[in-house]
């Protein structure tokens, strides 16, 4: 069965510091892996997209990391601002993308920014 | 920018009634998605279509069915609501390719 995992659940950090958030997957076979933004009464919004080719995206002070041989991926923010508090969900692709269907979302990582 | 637009941000029914959750995109895209969300189960999907009038079932179809006359537009449909779909409901389109999903801002749907 294809899942998603990601850790921590939550998370609570000072605004300024940097955090690294996990995603382990068992999703096969790999097409890609997204990570999503999803504010608190907002529905998700994309932060990063990644195919098996590529082992680094950056979007602003967000930088996803993939290695797909040890199926894991990271979520790092850099200089956390209070805006980042949000829930940051996994979502990884088991075929290519004509095929919609085929995707497994994690549970979510619960970021906490406090000034 | 992307616009994905869900009908009412809150919506009550009482059990019973058949409840219709609208859902719009403004930019072409083939691929539509709905999904509930509830605490600790993260997003599930319900229905997704990949053209006009096709649609496949998602992981949770049961008590659901979906209706894509146009290609903008992609509706849910509760038969006949019960108290367990009472959650969050996100609509989500996607066009074909290497591409991430674009969601509306949700319907929190109570049935009573």
């Known amino acids: 069965k294809n899942q998603v995992e990601q850790s921590p659940q939550s998370l609570i950090i000072l605004e300024g510091k940097n955090c690294t958030l996990q995603?382990?997957?068992?999703?096969?076979?790999?097409?890609?892996l997204r990570w999503y933004k999803q504010d608190t009464g907002r529905g998700p919004v994309s932060l990063t997209i990644m195919t098996f080719s590529e082992n680094t995206k950056s979007n602003g002070r967000y930088t996803a990391t993939l290695d797909a041989d040890t199926k894991q991926s990271s979520l790092h923010i850099t200089a956390s601002q209070l805006s980042d508090s949000a829930s940051y969900i996994c979502?990884?692709?088991?075929?290519?993308?004509?095929?919609?269907?085929?995707?497994?979302f994690g549970d979510g990582t619960t970021l906490t920014v406090k000034p | 920018d992307v616009k994905v637009t869900q009908s009412s941000r809150y919506l009550v029914k009482r059990t019973g009634e058949k409840v219709f959750l609208e859902c719009v995109q403004d930019m072409d895209h083939e691929n539509m998605f709905w999904y509930r969300q509830d605490p600790g189960l993260g997003l599930r999907l319900i229905y997704f279509?990949?053209?006009?009038?096709?649609?496949e079932k998602g992981d949770i179809p049961e008590g659901y069915s979906v209706s894509r006359e146009k290609k903008e537009r992609f509706s849910l449909i509760l038969e006949s609501a019960s108290t367990n779909q009472t959650s969050m409901y996100l609509c989500a389109s996607q066009p074909i390719g290497y591409q991430p999903q674009h969601f509306g801002d949700g319907t929190r749907l109570s049935i009573l």
């Open positions: 995603c382990n997957y068992t999703v096969s076979p790999f097409s890609n």
């Open positions: 279509s990949y053209d006009v009038k096709m649609k």
């Open positions: 979502v990884v692709s088991a075929s290519p993308e004509g095929n919609a269907g085929k995707s497994t």
